[in-house]
């Protein structure tokens, strides 16, 4: 694929002074009032008008996602705090009702009906959603609520363990898991485990205050529960409760013997009578944990290489974001946990954020938060902010396809061939044994939101019941109970974006569809993924995956299929 990179097309205000910043709502205001007031009386005025709701979104976009992302790189620092706080109480919940004042005004012009139905349907069909769902007063329960989730990124930042004298992020120490003493990766397990155990309560409490605002906000929009809210909100159009049932059934019955091969395989290779939790990504002495690069520069270099193996777009994309300081890479104390790439909406040129500790998760984590930025890079040329902003079933496509292309090209990485060998299955033990995962949580969710009011041990009852039907069984948990029953306070996703993760397994079956597509023809699979990622959200999620390529559906037969296809793979790497 030899597509060359062009530079991002500097974007020109028209509506906002060339020199506006955010800094409060009296500075905003006279711009949605214009925009709320403005007569519209032909298809071209209609036009000139979503033009500038487009930009004005945009800037307070890229404005709102600079505070999170200052925030993010350093909790400690007060100041950043205060700004995303500010942003959070005083700017955004006032803008709602213009928000929906503004999609009210759309619905109702006669000269909507005028508008390119090919390029306008799934935006308009949002727009109905949204405005059928808001309510007055839901904007301050949802500030709230997006203020208290922010103190999960705060309170996990703040865990750190130290082994042998030196401290390390929670993120660090999984690198010591890795280690072929397992003596060190026991101690090391112990600690981590200890540790989050310390906030248990704490995150216990939190989410307890979540529900109840969670709860609150469903039923004010006329709903019985927040599942069936959140269904709403999140605009699964394309799927519904019933589907997710299936795709766990389908996980549970096709993926889970692929893990537990995985897990045998381990077993096999450390020579262990019993797997017990620290030995999960370990290798047997004599191996050395996987050392893929020393630190951020070099990994963002490599993840360049690797990306112009692919094509000269891609690296391109990259290149653009170490120019301009937009990564991130490297893990510290005091920086949030995880990774993600935050679209920009007005300069386009997005950041990486992540924890890099020089493993080989960070080599995955890098391929797949590059590949969001590709689809930010893909999307800009889009006219309007609103078609960029495509669900995540379409956005996690484009990074989990990214990591199975990308596997082809690690020899960046791994200049050894049994290394390199080592990286690609430790990325299929991945790939598979997040699906079990993925329906865990997602089953989990399901649950917690379809019961409002639970009790705490009615929520580690619940919890214990989704994941032991979701594991192998292969591994002794003994002496982790308690630690095991709040295993799900791991996931940032619960406390910060509720019912958003089963997007993840639908977009991995789709990259291991698109996998299979590249295998066959490498050409045609990279212009198909490059055709729909450049669309955004101008066309259903069906429509998206059929440009790529491939199918959306994740039913039983479907998922067999896929996990026929990956079972003879595994055995050219040696697992049986």
């Not at 049932?245 to 019955?253: G, N, T």
């Not at 495509?390 to 996690?396: D, G, K, R, S, W």
Request: charged share 25%; proline share 5%; glycine share 4%.
């Amino acid at each position: 694929m030899n597509q060359a990179f062009v530079p991002l097309k500097e974007k020109h205000r028209h509506f906002l002074p060339k020199d506006f910043k955010l800094t409060d709502w009296e500075a905003l205001l006279p711009y949605f009032e214009e925009l709320k007031t403005r007569d519209i009386n032909s298809k071209e005025k209609l036009e000139q008008w979503l033009s500038d709701v487009s930009e004005l979104e945009a800037v307070v976009s890229e404005d709102a996602c600079w505070r999170q992302i200052k925030m993010t790189c350093d909790t400690t620092n007060k100041e950043f705090e205060e700004a995303f706080t500010y942003f959070c109480m005083e700017i955004e919940p006032k803008m709602k009702p213009y928000n929906f004042e503004l999609n009210k005004k759309l619905l109702a012009s006669p000269f909507t009906k005028e508008l390119d139905s090919s390029l306008f349907f799934p935006y308009l069909r949002s727009v109905d959603n949204a405005a059928k769902l808001y309510r007055d007063e839901n904007v301050p329960l949802q500030a709230d609520a997006n203020l208290l989730a922010q103190q999960y990124g705060i309170i996990s930042g703040a865990m750190s363990v130290e082994v042998d004298g030196k401290e390390y992020t929670l993120q660090q120490a999984a690198k010591l898991l890795q280690s072929p003493d397992r003596s060190l990766r026991e101690a090391v397990y112990n600690k981590v485990a200890t540790r989050r155990m310390e906030d248990k309560d704490k995150l216990n409490e939190l989410f307890d205050k979540l529900l109840a605002i969670r709860q609150k906000i469903a039923v004010n929009a006329g709903f019985e529960n927040y599942r069936d809210y959140k269904f709403r909100e999140l605009g699964r159009f394309d799927y519904t409760v019933a589907d997710c049932f299936e795709f766990h059934q389908a996980v549970r019955e096709h993926i889970l013997p692929l893990q537990a091969m995985l897990i045998k395989h381990r077993q096999q290779r450390l020579g262990l009578d019993v797997m017990r939790p620290w030995d999960g990504d370990a290798e047997p002495a004599g191996t050395t944990p996987l050392h893929p690069f020393k630190d951020g520069a070099e990994l963002s270099q490599k993840a360049v290489e690797v990306f112009n193996s692919l094509s000269p777009y891609f690296s391109g994309c990259l290149e653009t974001m170490q120019q301009m300081h937009r990564l991130d890479l490297d893990s510290r104390k005091g920086k949030a946990p995880g990774g993600y790439n935050c679209p920009l909406a007005e300069t386009g040129v997005p950041f990486i954020f992540m924890n890099a500790a020089g493993t080989m998760g960070d080599v995955i984590t890098m391929m797949h938060e590059g590949g969001h930025a590709v689809h930010s890079f893909l999307s800009d040329p889009l006219p309007l902010s609103a078609f960029k902003e495509y669900p995540m079933e379409i956005a996690e496509l484009a990074s989990m396809s990214m990591e199975l292309f990308s596997m082809e090209h690690w020899d960046v990485f791994f200049k050894d061939e049994k290394e390199l060998k080592r990286a690609k299955l430790e990325e299929m033990e991945r790939v598979i044994s997040v699906l079990p995962w993925i329906a865990t949580i997602d089953k989990y969710q399901h649950w917690i939101y379809s019961h409002p009011g639970h009790t705490v041990k009615e929520r580690e009852e619940n919890w214990m019941a989704i994941l032991t039907e979701f594991s192998t069984g292969i591994t002794d948990w003994s002496g982790f109970e308690e630690y095991r029953t709040n295993f799900w306070q791991k996931q940032l996703h619960l406390f910060e974006v509720p019912f958003y993760y089963i997007e993840y397994g639908i977009a991995q079956l789709g990259a291991m569809a698109m996998w299979r597509q590249y295998r066959q023809n490498k050409e045609q699979a990279l212009g198909n993924y490059m055709k729909a990622l450049s669309l955004g959200y101008t066309k259903t999620l069906k429509e998206l995956y059929s440009t790529a390529g491939i199918k959306f559906d994740f039913s039983p037969a479907y998922i067999k299929e896929l996990a026929d296809f990956v079972t003879p793979v595994l055995k050219e790497m040696g697992v049986e």
